[in-house]
């Protein structure tokens, strides 16, 4: 008999084969699409989340977890093509001018889809106007730019003075992150919020959209 604490118990264990086991099974059951995203495998995804703020999980083991995850809502997502998937808001995520780095971002990103973001990664290397351009287009309720160097972390400053001249600043909230980045930065550059970690950016972005 399958349930939605198994599947929640194999995200956090990153079992892939049961998590597609599991899922095609609570789906032949009828169970109710949503609740088996919600209560399995985001559910899954929390508990992973909330080791890896607290150091019980390491990027390795979140990235197996996510990868699993999201095995599981392939098979589910079809199902809620009708009604849509809830979500807890946008996020626009990509790294800063110069910058190749992309393993901080994309944990990001997984951390943000696991809490119900939908998630515009434009990946690497971005300059300011490329941020402006995708906002424009995609009108995200968040931009999160992140930078692993020095030599980088400056573009995040170029890219929010550069909302400012285009007016659009306002129409969106800028978090920031990355191995150099620290609270001080973010408050000297204007941006909404810094989070230390994958995990930290989504509680993050849920306080920026409440």
Do not use: W
């Not at 599991?22 to 399995?40: M, Q, V, Y």
């Not at 790294?95 to 119900?116: F, R």
């Not at 906002?135 to 980088?152: F, G, H, R, V, Y």
């Amino acid at each position: 008999m399958a349930s939605y604490e198994d599947l929640a118990q194999c995200v956090i264990s990153g079992d892939r084969d049961k998590v597609k086991g599991i899922t095609t099974t609570l789906i032949d059951e009828g169970k109710d699409p949503l609740e088996i995203i919600n209560r399995g495998l985001i559910g899954g995804m929390a508990v992973v989340g909330a080791r890896f703020k607290n150091d019980e999980m390491f990027v390795p083991e979140v990235l197996m977890s996510a990868k699993t995850m999201g095995l599981g809502m392939e098979l589910v997502k079809p199902l809620i093509a009708d009604q849509g998937m809830p979500t807890s808001g946008k996020v626009l995520l990509g790294t800063v001018q110069g910058d190749m780095h992309d393993i901080g971002k994309n944990l990001v990103g997984m951390m943000l889809e696991s809490a119900g973001f939908s998630v515009i990664d434009i990946g690497i290397d971005i300059e300011p106007d490329k941020f402006a351009a995708a906002i424009k287009k995609e009108n995200p309720d968040i931009l999160a730019m992140s930078a692993l160097l020095t030599t980088t972390m400056m573009h995040m400053k170029d890219t929010i003075d550069l909302l400012k001249e285009q007016g659009l600043r306002n129409k969106v909230k800028v978090i920031i992150g990355g191995a150099p980045i620290s609270q001080e930065f973010a408050d000297n550059i204007g941006a909404d919020g810094f989070a230390p970690d994958a995990a930290s950016a989504a509680d993050l972005c849920k306080e920026l959209i409440a």
